[in-house]
């Protein structure tokens, strides 16, 4: 039977998509994989968080009717529109229609591109630009962004008076803010002045092109599928005209609602019409059916709008196969813009309880860990012991893993499998409902257990969310989580103290790097390893060669699932490791690996007697005494001696394996040197590079020498002493170009 802490990885990422930058980064395919392994297809899936639309699609595509509760009433519309894409034709045709209304004397869409209408620097036409650029505190843009079309140059060029002028005829005040805040909150409700504060993410120009456009949109007689295809560009369009873009751009995900120091104003037409591409996905269409009517047993989505703990009283028998849950970290900024945006869009009514997050400020992870505790609480009520509960947290770092282990504990739901892979912050938990155990030892001595037990199981120092990972796996199943406090918050603060100190306060372990006050940076180790494995980072190397000599050519993927396999759990390989591997030993032809020929195992024996050869050689000409190694003895070196003392120890090897080298070694560092392909020096690199231990040892004065400046040497018409070490430091692992020696 298959470990059930295998990894799943991702199949690759999803296709961009509206508002994508805001949603939890689910990793594509793993929720069908886990479905498939564990739940019928036709079977009822429970999704209680319905934060993301990939993932309950994903499920609902392979089968399965998944019953998603969502509150954010944007959340629901992505969902419904990821579920059942327009086409691109008709979303044109909507925006076209909406460009040609009438606004007074002129059509809807040269009077919003007017709004953004600047000189061209070239030919002096008046153009709209594609975004102004604006200093965080400034009164008005300093550059902007063109693509003329008169002269068709483009580019970043400098703003001017009239572009100053023009961005300040469009104050945050009168009609504009008062149309804009009544969508959202009457005159006297007490939410007003929260609406007000989250305005403030928008420019003046911004706010009035936006509800200009929306205000001609009410008055437009369209049916209702137009109507949804409108709102989804004027949902991007909302997005796209905060001040939360940054210049120059980047993957920024806002958590806070404030400018970056830098900042975009994008040309709101602009964006409408190249959001049309994200929306407008090659996919079927599902069904989707609103709570109670069922989708049918083929696969669909089922939305119910409103909190989980209020789907939990209405589901009374529903039979579950599963609960599948993508569990999102905090979002204030993103939460605050849906509020706003489904008011202009929709209307208040839209909002409802939602609007309750336009008063909420504190948001940490205490706060966090009890609305996930109300969710979980409500999932369990509606599982039986045999329901499988897949959480994955594509964000895991470890706050949330935290809150989600200590809500889960509280809930009454007990971890049965645990992977995570720290590359990408995933977390991946299989639970299930079940009692707690009474504790063997005390949770102080417990937690310093499990610490000790996954460093010795990957054998290198390890981030601190591998620690906290197992501490938590550990506790989820032993009664008293948090010394008899019930509040969640409070539970989770001391839970996150329990495991700090218990992995700081008494010695056993060291940290390498980082901030000393800040646990979760830098590397840990323990202080008095007791003969620990090899390190993981070498097994992996190891495994990979293994499967390249035995297998026919693969795919990354195909190597990455066999390698989480092999090392599941909390061992789980850094994709980057395998990538490094691969490229050592392999060549790639049409995306499938295949050992090189010059790592064929008969070519690198040969190239082993060959390098130990011409050391021989080498130290013979040199004048020294030349002590053999042991053949196959990596951990022997070969020593050029004089008077009997070692001048050189040559530790020679195929592979990249340091560890068994660098940490086993008894010679002096400031004399010895490994050598080594050059086809590893990149692999070699990775591993010194994230193993404090093996970079320590070169620090101490550990070299490499490549085989090939050893082949230079031989062929050397003058050698001195000097020749080895500048061989070493003008070929070094960090060089791909051959450099001349200085011989």
């Given at each position: 039977?298959?470990?059930?802490?295998?990894?799943?990885?991702?199949?690759?990422?999803?296709?961009p998509s509206p508002l994508e930058r805001y949603l939890?980064?689910?990793?594509?395919?793993?929720?069908?994989?886990?479905?498939?392994?564990?739940?019928?297809?036709?079977?009822?899936?429970?999704?209680?968080?319905?934060?993301?639309?990939?993932?309950?699609?994903?499920?609902?595509?392979?089968?399965?009717?998944?019953?998603?509760?969502?509150?954010?009433?944007?959340?629901?519309?992505?969902?419904?529109?990821?579920?059942?894409?327009?086409?691109?034709?008709?979303?044109?045709?909507?925006?076209?229609?909406?460009?040609?209304?009438?606004?007074?004397?002129?059509?809807?869409?040269?009077?919003?591109?007017?709004?953004?209408?600047?000189?061209?620097?070239?030919?002096?036409?008046?153009?709209?630009?594609?975004?102004?650029?604006?200093?965080?505190?400034?009164?008005?843009?300093?550059?902007?962004?063109?693509?003329?079309?008169?002269?068709?140059?483009?580019?970043?060029?400098?703003?001017?008076?009239?572009?100053?002028?023009?961005?300040?005829?469009?104050?945050?005040?009168?009609?504009?803010?008062?149309?804009?805040?009544?969508?959202?909150?009457?005159?006297?409700?007490?939410?007003?002045?929260?609406?007000?504060?989250?305005?403030?993410?928008?420019?003046?120009?911004?706010?009035?092109?936006?509800?200009?456009?929306?205000?001609?949109?009410?008055?437009?007689?369209?049916?209702?599928?137009?109507?949804?295809?409108?709102?989804?560009?004027?949902?991007?369009?909302?997005?796209?005209?905060?001040?939360?873009?940054?210049?120059?751009?980047?993957?920024?995900?806002?958590?806070?609602?404030?400018?970056?120091?830098?900042?975009?104003?994008?040309?709101?037409?602009?964006?409408?019409?190249?959001?049309?591409?994200?929306?407008?996905?090659?996919?079927?269409?599902?069904?989707?059916?609103?709570?109670?009517?069922?989708?049918?047993?083929?696969?669909?989505?089922?939305?119910?709008?409103?909190?989980?703990?209020?789907?939990?009283?209405?589901?009374?028998?529903l039979p579950l196969a599963a609960v599948a849950a993508?569990?999102?970290?905090?979002?204030?900024?993103?939460?605050?813009?849906?509020?706003?945006?489904?008011?202009?869009?929709?209307?208040?009514?839209?909002?409802?309880?939602?609007?309750?997050?336009?008063?909420?400020?504190?948001?940490?992870?205490?706060?966090?860990?009890?609305?996930?505790?109300?969710?979980?609480?409500?999932?369990?009520?509606?599982?039986?012991?045999?329901?499988?509960?897949?959480?994955?947290?594509?964000?895991?770092?470890?706050?949330?893993?935290?809150?989600?282990?200590?809500?889960?504990?509280?809930?009454?739901?007990?971890?049965?499998?645990?992977?995570?892979?720290?590359?990408?912050?995933?977390?991946?938990?299989?639970?299930?409902?079940g009692a707690a155990q009474e504790a063997a030892e005390?949770?102080?001595?417990?937690?310093?257990?499990?610490?000790?037990?996954?460093?010795?199981?990957?054998?290198?120092?390890?981030?601190?969310?591998?620690?906290?990972?197992?501490?938590?796996?550990?506790?989820?199943?032993?009664?008293?989580?948090?010394?008899?406090?019930?509040?969640?918050?409070?539970?989770?603060?001391?839970?996150?103290?329990?495991?700090?100190?218990?992995?700081?306060?008494?010695?056993?372990?060291?940290?390498?790097?980082?901030?000393?006050?800040?646990?979760?940076?830098?590397?840990?180790?323990?202080?008095?390893?007791?003969?620990?494995?090899?390190?993981?980072?070498?097994?992996?190397?190891?495994?990979?060669?293994?499967?390249?000599?035995?297998?026919?050519?693969?795919?990354?993927?195909?190597?990455?699932?066999?390698?989480?396999?092999?090392?599941?759990?909390?061992?789980?390989?850094?994709?980057?490791?395998?990538?490094?591997?691969?490229?050592?030993?392999?060549?790639?032809?049409?995306?499938?690996?295949?050992?090189?020929?010059?790592?064929?195992?008969?070519?690198?024996?040969?190239?082993?007697?060959?390098?130990?050869?011409?050391?021989?050689?080498?130290?013979?000409?040199?004048?020294?005494?030349?002590?053999?190694?042991?053949?196959?003895?990596?951990?022997?070196?070969?020593?050029?001696?004089?008077?009997?003392?070692?001048?050189?120890?040559?530790?020679?090897?195929?592979?990249?394996?340091?560890?068994?080298?660098?940490?086993?070694?008894?010679?002096?560092?400031?004399?010895?040197?490994?050598?080594?392909?050059?086809?590893?020096?990149?692999?070699?690199?990775?591993?010194?590079?994230?193993?404090?231990?093996?970079?320590?040892?070169?620090?101490?004065?550990?070299?490499?020498?490549?085989?090939?400046?050893?082949?230079?040497?031989?062929?050397?018409?003058?050698?001195?002493?000097?020749?080895?070490?500048?061989?070493?430091?003008?070929?070094?692992?960090?060089?791909?170009?051959?450099?001349?020696?200085?011989?």
């Amino acid at each position: 039977m298959a470990d059930p802490n295998i990894y799943i990885p991702s199949e690759g990422e999803f296709a961009p998509s509206p508002l994508e930058r805001y949603l939890p980064p689910v990793p594509r395919g793993v929720a069908a994989r886990w479905l498939q392994q564990h739940a019928a297809p036709g079977g009822w899936v429970l999704e209680p968080f319905g934060a993301s639309p990939h993932w309950a699609v994903e499920a609902a595509r392979a089968g399965y009717r998944v019953l998603v509760a969502a509150n954010n009433p944007v959340a629901r519309f992505l969902l419904e529109m990821h579920a059942q894409p327009p086409s691109a034709e008709a979303l044109t045709a909507a925006l076209a229609a909406l460009g040609a209304a009438r606004r007074g004397d002129e059509r809807l869409e040269p009077a919003i591109l007017e709004l953004y209408l600047t000189e061209c620097p070239n030919c002096a036409a008046q153009v709209p630009a594609e975004a102004f650029i604006w200093e965080r505190e400034a009164a008005a843009p300093h550059a902007k962004l063109l693509n003329c079309k008169q002269c068709g140059v483009q580019g970043e060029y400098p703003c001017d008076e009239h572009d100053a002028a023009r961005a300040a005829a469009y104050p945050l005040s009168g009609p504009t803010l008062s149309r804009a805040l009544e969508r959202i909150a009457a005159k006297d409700d007490p939410d007003r002045e929260h609406a007000e504060e989250a305005l403030q993410a928008y420019l003046p120009r911004a706010a009035y092109a936006l509800i200009t456009i929306i205000n001609r949109l009410d008055s437009l007689d369209t049916d209702p599928a137009e109507r949804r295809l409108l709102s989804a560009l004027l949902l991007s369009a909302c997005d796209r005209a905060t001040k939360l873009w940054a210049h120059p751009s980047g993957r920024m995900r806002p958590r806070q609602l404030s400018a970056p120091p830098q900042f975009r104003e994008y040309n709101i037409w602009f964006e409408m019409e190249r959001s049309i591409a994200l929306w407008a996905q090659d996919s079927a269409p599902l069904p989707v059916t609103e709570w109670p009517a069922a989708p049918p047993e083929s696969g669909g989505i089922c939305i119910y709008e409103g909190r989980m703990r209020d789907l939990a009283t209405e589901m009374q028998d529903l039979p579950l196969a599963a609960v599948a849950a993508a569990v999102p970290r905090p979002a204030p900024a993103f939460w605050t813009l849906c509020a706003l945006w489904a008011g202009w869009l929709w209307g208040r009514e839209a909002i409802g309880p939602f609007v309750l997050v336009l008063r909420r400020r504190r948001y940490d992870w205490a706060w966090h860990t009890e609305a996930l505790h109300a969710a979980f609480s409500a999932v369990a009520e509606r599982m039986t012991e045999k329901t499988p509960l897949f959480a994955v947290l594509p964000e895991g770092e470890s706050g949330l893993q935290a809150a989600t282990a200590v809500a889960a504990t509280l809930a009454g739901l007990r971890i049965q499998a645990l992977a995570y892979r720290h590359a990408e912050s995933e977390l991946q938990l299989t639970l299930r409902k079940g009692a707690a155990q009474e504790a063997a030892e005390a949770q102080d001595e417990a937690i310093r257990s499990a610490a000790h037990f996954v460093l010795s199981g990957r054998g290198q120092p390890s981030a601190y969310d591998y620690l906290q990972a197992a501490a938590l796996n550990l506790l989820n199943k032993q009664a008293g989580m948090g010394s008899g406090q019930t509040d969640p918050s409070e539970v989770y603060t001391h839970t996150r103290k329990q495991i700090a100190a218990a992995l700081t306060m008494h010695g056993d372990f060291v940290q390498y790097g980082g901030n000393p006050d800040t646990p979760e940076t830098g590397v840990w180790w323990p202080a008095n390893p007791q003969q620990p494995r090899a390190p993981l980072a070498d097994r992996v190397e190891i495994a990979v060669v293994r499967s390249l000599l035995r297998s026919q050519p693969q795919s990354t993927r195909a190597h990455d699932e066999a390698l989480c396999a092999i090392f599941p759990g909390l061992l789980t390989p850094h994709p980057a490791l395998l990538q490094a591997a691969l490229s050592s030993y392999a060549q790639n032809e049409d995306g499938l690996w295949q050992l090189a020929a010059e790592d064929q195992p008969r070519q690198r024996r040969a190239d082993l007697v060959e390098m130990r050869a011409a050391l021989v050689i080498l130290g013979q000409q040199l004048g020294y005494e030349v002590q053999e190694a042991e053949e196959d003895g990596q951990a022997e070196p070969l020593r050029w001696l004089q008077g009997g003392q070692a001048v050189l120890n040559f530790y020679v090897i195929a592979s990249a394996l340091l560890g068994e080298v660098l940490l086993g070694a008894t010679t002096p560092a400031h004399n010895s040197l490994i050598v080594l392909p050059g086809r590893r020096a990149q692999l070699a690199l990775y591993k010194l590079e994230r193993d404090p231990r093996l970079a320590q040892a070169v620090e101490d004065g550990w070299r490499f020498l490549k085989y090939r400046a050893v082949r230079r040497l031989l062929a050397a018409q003058a050698l001195t002493p000097d020749s080895i070490a500048d061989a070493a430091r003008l070929d070094p692992l960090t060089e791909e170009a051959l450099q001349a020696p200085l011989l």
